[in-house]
């Protein structure tokens, strides 16, 4: 039985034994009931700086407003790490499991939150698995609620989180030439997905998980055959070419699964780019953020049941 817990602590060497090639990073996100969206992604090696060290990444994407990006990078001096949970701290910066749930806070230049997000929906960890990118989705949905500060006013806040944890020992560039990420809450069931491309723009390795309060109803993990298979699906239904980094992409983009009596299938429409980073070193990734509009259809138990949202989407471009 997974150990979800120790799944979401520290899995490299700190400080930092190989500065090139190993990674490990925290990530939280929340849409508020203020309208905005929140990330928060804590790194002990950040690959997208030269040369590598911890960081805290914060990005702010108000509701039509242009975005906000903060960024702190400390020495390994001022940076602590739990081997046993996920409890790290920059600094004065931190995120933290307590228990039933998690805290994270963080505050650079007048901008950040303080936010108490609750362990609602199953979690999942690819640990004992090999699989490409090792991930621990410790909450794929849940209650948030407490403190967001915009240039030093601070305000109140609720909504939906999500948390999840990466790490590594070595370069994905080469791998796939792109990934399309995201999820979906509601109420019932959470969609949290990617979509690994090819180097010819085919889908190669589509995934969800696909989870409730108390059940794992599809993970990226289950068999592919025997007397349960799960298959997924992935297919790019319209492209658009972004001017300022030249990639082309998926303006909307169909994504489905089938397990047992569960089946799901997921469009998902580009609605608002909030965010282009460009990645300045080698090798390193360029990255989009999207506000997308979504129609989800789930059958489970020959009963089906569609959901309408609003949700944030990355697409990362691995550059080698």
């Given at each position: 039985?997974?150990?979800?817990?120790?799944?979401?602590?520290?899995?490299?060497?700190?400080?930092?034994?190989?500065?090139?090639?190993?990674?490990?990073?925290?990530?939280?996100?929340?849409?508020?009931?203020?309208?905005?969206?929140?990330?928060?992604?804590?790194?002990?090696?950040?690959?997208?700086?030269?040369?590598r060290a911890p960081s805290v990444?914060?990005?702010?994407?108000?509701?039509?407003?242009?975005?906000?990006?903060?960024?702190?990078?400390?020495?390994?001096?001022?940076?602590?790490?739990?081997?046993?949970?996920?409890?790290?701290?920059?600094?004065?910066?931190?995120?933290?499991?307590?228990?039933?749930?998690?805290?994270?806070?963080?505050?650079?230049?007048?901008?950040?939150?303080?936010?108490?997000?609750?362990?609602?929906?199953?979690?999942?960890?690819?640990?004992?698995?090999?699989?490409?990118?090792?991930?621990?989705?410790?909450?794929?949905?849940?209650?948030?609620?407490?403190?967001?500060?915009?240039?030093?006013?601070?305000?109140?806040?609720?909504?939906?989180?999500?948390?999840?944890?990466?790490?590594?020992?070595?370069?994905?560039?080469?791998?796939?030439?792109?990934?399309?990420?995201?999820?979906?809450?509601?109420?019932?069931?959470?969609?949290?997905?990617?979509?690994?491309?090819?180097?010819d723009d085919t889908v190669g390795?589509?995934?969800?998980?696909?989870?409730?309060?108390?059940?794992?109803?599809?993970?990226?993990?289950?068999?592919?055959?025997?007397?349960?298979?799960?298959?997924?699906?992935?297919?790019?239904?319209?492209?658009?070419?972004?001017?300022?980094?030249?990639?082309?992409?998926?303006?909307?983009?169909?994504?489905?699964?089938?397990?047992?009596?569960?089946?799901?299938?997921?469009?998902?429409?580009?609605?608002?780019?909030?965010?282009?980073?460009?990645?300045?070193?080698?090798?390193?990734?360029?990255?989009?953020?999207?506000?997308g509009e979504e129609v989800l259809?789930?059958?489970?138990?020959?009963?089906?049941?569609?959901?309408?949202?609003?949700?944030?989407?990355?697409?990362?471009?691995?550059?080698?």
């Amino acid at each position: 039985m997974n150990n979800y817990v120790k799944a979401d602590a520290t899995h490299i060497d700190f400080p930092i034994s190989n500065r090139e090639e190993h990674f490990e990073w925290w990530y939280f996100d929340a849409h508020l009931d203020n309208g905005d969206h929140i990330v928060v992604m804590y790194s002990l090696n950040d690959t997208r700086l030269k040369p590598r060290a911890p960081s805290v990444r914060l990005n702010i994407y108000p509701q039509g407003k242009p975005d906000i990006w903060k960024m702190t990078i400390y020495p390994e001096s001022e940076v602590t790490t739990s081997y046993d949970k996920c409890d790290v701290t920059f600094g004065e910066e931190y995120c933290r499991d307590c228990g039933d749930y998690y805290e994270i806070y963080t505050l650079i230049e007048g901008y950040g939150a303080k936010l108490r997000l609750s362990k609602k929906n199953h979690p999942f960890t690819t640990e004992g698995v090999p699989f490409p990118l090792p991930w621990t989705v410790a909450v794929p949905s849940g209650d948030i609620e407490g403190e967001i500060y915009k240039d030093g006013q601070t305000t109140m806040v609720k909504g939906v989180g999500y948390h999840d944890h990466n790490w590594g020992d070595k370069n994905l560039a080469g791998t796939f030439k792109n990934w399309y990420w995201g999820k979906v809450h509601t109420p019932d069931i959470s969609i949290d997905y990617a979509m690994f491309m090819n180097d010819d723009d085919t889908v190669g390795m589509p995934i969800a998980l696909v989870t409730t309060e108390d059940s794992l109803l599809m993970t990226p993990t289950d068999a592919r055959d025997g007397d349960n298979p799960v298959s997924f699906d992935g297919e790019v239904n319209v492209t658009m070419t972004d001017e300022t980094m030249g990639y082309t992409f998926a303006k909307e983009f169909t994504l489905s699964g089938t397990k047992e009596d569960v089946s799901f299938t997921l469009n998902v429409k580009l609605a608002d780019i909030v965010m282009i980073e460009e990645g300045k070193l080698l090798p390193g990734e360029d990255v989009y953020r999207y506000i997308g509009e979504e129609v989800l259809t789930v059958t489970r138990n020959n009963k089906t049941k569609v959901y309408n949202e609003s949700s944030l989407h990355e697409i990362v471009y691995l550059k080698s």
